[in-house]
């Protein structure tokens, strides 16, 4: 059983930061690409940033410059770390990672975190 838990959300002022984690845990093999996703309310789900293995980054356009997603290998953890939050970055930020488990005959699949409330408001 794999788990992603998240954590780090909250209610912050326009122009304020939040840092976001998410750990995965559980019989884990290998963890591939890490990676965040938001959805607003009333909107679909969209990627924000992902992060290989190997460091290699991309990001939405809405957020570069503004967001750093980083990882710790050791620790099975993704950060996001949001800078210059604006209202429109409101919404469940949710965690992924594409993993291989110890099952030996299953593929290396998706997981989804539950989930983590972000608002930017006055």
């Known amino acids: 059983q794999v788990q992603l838990v998240e954590s780090g959300g909250g209610l912050v002022q326009p122009g304020g930061s939040l840092r976001l984690s998410c750990t995965a845990s559980?019989?884990?093999?290998?963890?591939?690409?890490m990676g965040w996703h938001r959805q607003a309310p009333g909107k679909q789900r969209e990627l924000v940033a992902i992060?290989?293995?190997?460091?290699?980054?991309n990001y939405a356009d809405s957020v570069k410059g503004r967001f750093t997603i980083s990882r710790d290998n050791a620790k099975n953890t993704v950060l996001l770390q949001m800078n210059s939050l604006k209202p429109e970055d409101t919404a469940i930020y949710y965690c992924?990672?594409?993993?291989?488990?110890?099952?030996?005959?299953?593929?290396?699949?998706?997981?989804w975190g539950q989930g983590t409330q972000v608002t930017v408001s006055s």
């Open positions: 559980g019989s884990i093999s290998s963890i591939y690409i």
């Open positions: 992060i290989s293995s190997g460091g290699s980054t």
């Open positions: 992924k990672a594409l993993i291989k488990d110890l099952i030996v005959a299953v593929p290396p699949h998706d997981y």
